[in-house]
T-cell receptor, first 112, second 113 residues
Framework: GENVEQHPSTLSVQEGDSAVIKCTYS??????FPWYKQELGKGPQLIID?????GEKKDQRIAVTLNKTAKHFSLHITETQPEDSAVYFC???????????FGKGTTLSVSS | SAVISQKPSRDICQRGTSLTIQCQVD?????MFWYRQQPGQSLTLIAT?????????ESGFVIDKFPISRPNLTFSTLTVSNMSPEDSSIYLC??????????FGPGTRLTVT
């Protein structure tokens, strides 16, 4: 079935460094890839997304890249800050377009 | 993005009982979804709540255990029936005009003893 693999499961960086989280998906028909940030005790928050007709998208300190041939996409956070500490989930839209499949999450810790 | 609220925010329930969780959104939306997030785990879709018709359940989830209502375009309920400790999870609703760009509520933290 459709699957999304996410790596690493945990990531620790120093404030100001960059962080990269990678995901691979199995369904070549997937065409929409969002990223969510979940802080402790809260629901996931959509932070950026990309559609398959675009290779890269930026929003201030965050960017997402997509490689359709290799079926992987990545989240890049530059100039990390302690408030970036959270669990990040990638997802891919199922072929039927009816649901999102989520990765297992990456716990990002930014130390000052 | 829509403002989504869930009630209750948390509850502790005894095994064998049922709990109904409410999800309210401040604008009309086409799609509403219910997810389960077990402690420290990812999000698993339970079902899509369809307005005016039965919910569409994912593999491994059944209507008898998780009945869902969606009486209008701004409100849905999920009931967790005949609970066991394995049902202890965070239950999240999300909304969207499609399955894209889903926005999540704050979640309901359920503990079953």
């Amino acid at each position: 079935g459709e699957n999304v693999e996410q790596h690493p499961s945990t990531l620790s960086v120093q404030e100001g460094d960059s962080a990269v989280i990678k995901c691979t998906y199995s369904d070549s028909a997937s065409n929409y890839f969002p990223w969510y940030k979940q802080e402790l005790g809260k629901g996931p928050q959509l932070i950026i997304d990309i559609r398959s007709n675009v290779g890269e998208k930026k929003d201030q300190r965050i960017a997402v890249t997509l490689n359709k041939t290799a079926k992987h996409f990545s989240l890049h956070i530059t100039e990390t800050q302690p408030e970036d500490s959270a669990v990040y989930f990638c997802a891919a839209l199922k072929q039927a377009g009816t649901a999102l499949i989520f990765g297992k999450g990456t716990t990002l810790s930014v130390s000052s | 993005s829509a403002v989504i609220s869930q009630k209750p925010s948390r509850d502790i329930c005894q095994r064998g009982t049922s709990l109904t969780i409410q999800c309210q959104v401040d604008s009309q939306v086409t799609m509403m979804f219910w997810y389960r997030q077990q402690p420290g785990q990812s999000l698993t879709l339970i079902a899509t709540a369809n307005q005016g018709s039965e919910a569409t359940y994912e593999s491994g989830f059944v209507i008898d255990k998780f009945p869902i209502s969606r009486p209008n375009l701004t409100f849905s309920t999920l009931t967790v029936s005949n609970m066991s400790p394995e049902d202890s999870s965070i239950y999240l609703c999300s909304v969207g005009q499609g399955a894209h760009e889903q926005y999540f509520g704050p979640g309901t933290r359920l503990t079953v003893t």
